[in-house]
């Protein structure tokens, strides 16, 4: 166990709809990053927040979007859902500047987009 | 895109052996990662080598990385049925922390 959380664990949303995602990051973490991972594929990079802002970006669309909360926890909102929207959405924390640049992972939302 | 490039995509192997998976990347990096995934749930770090390292150990993983290359491999030795799982290696450009992921290799090891 990492002490990341995320909810729910599996979701299931009609195309054209909008969902959002919740992480709670690990004690002491200030940065969370947010992947997208389709099956069969390794983890896709979509955005990085740290204390607050965006602090960095993958290849996503603007509907794909994130907030930070003052606790460091975090939501991934997606608008307009596509069916290619289907995947697990992992989040990972952790401590900029701890020189050691460990993530440590969520267990993930299953988002399945009919 | 993916940046990284596990070889070979699938593994099996006997308890007892050792099993290696190499990974290619393209672009300049700061860091390289080796994670593993049991059953497409949360990742967990194995091992991080920075790319003024060219060798490190864990417990039973090896990695090594050649920057001349553009490749690392992990080593996995005397494997267990506990050890079947995904394997994944993923750069950090910038030493943000901001991860490119390749692939992915499976690794199936039978008792």
């Known amino acids: 166990e990492t002490g990341v959380t995320q909810s729910p664990t599996h979701l299931i949303k009609t195309r054209g709809q909008q969902v959002t995602l919740r992480c709670s990051s690990q004690s002491g973490h200030n940065t969370v990053s947010w992947y997208q991972q389709a099956l069969g594929q390794g983890p896709q990079f979509i955005f990085q927040y740290y204390r607050e802002e965006e602090n960095g970006r993958g290849n996503f669309p603007p509907r794909f979007s994130g907030l930070q909360f003052p606790n460091y926890s975090s939501e991934l909102n997606v608008n307009a859902l596509e069916l290619d929207d289907s995947a697990l959405y992992l989040c990972?924390?952790?401590?900029?500047?701890?020189?050691?640049?460990?993530?440590?992972f969520g267990p993930g939302t299953r988002l399945t987009v009919l | 895109s993916q940046q990284g490039e596990e070889d070979p995509q699938a593994l099996s192997i006997q308890e007892g052996e050792n099993a290696t998976m190499n990974c290619s990347y393209k672009t300049s990096i700061n860091n390289l990662q080796w994670y593993r995934q049991n059953s497409g749930r949360g990742l967990v770090h194995l091992i991080l080598i920075r790319s003024n390292e060219r060798e490190k150990h864990s417990g039973r993983l090896r990695v090594t990385l050649d920057t001349s290359k553009k490749s690392s491999s992990l080593l996995i030795t005397a494997s267990r049925a506990a050890d079947t799982a995904s394997y994944f290696c993923?750069?950090?450009?910038?030493?943000?922390?901001?991860?490119?992921f390749g692939k992915g290799t499976m690794l199936l090891v039978s008792p």
């Open positions: 993923a750069t950090d450009p910038s030493g943000y922390s901001t991860l490119t």
């Open positions: 990972a924390s952790s401590q900029s500047g701890a020189g050691n640049n460990e993530q440590f």
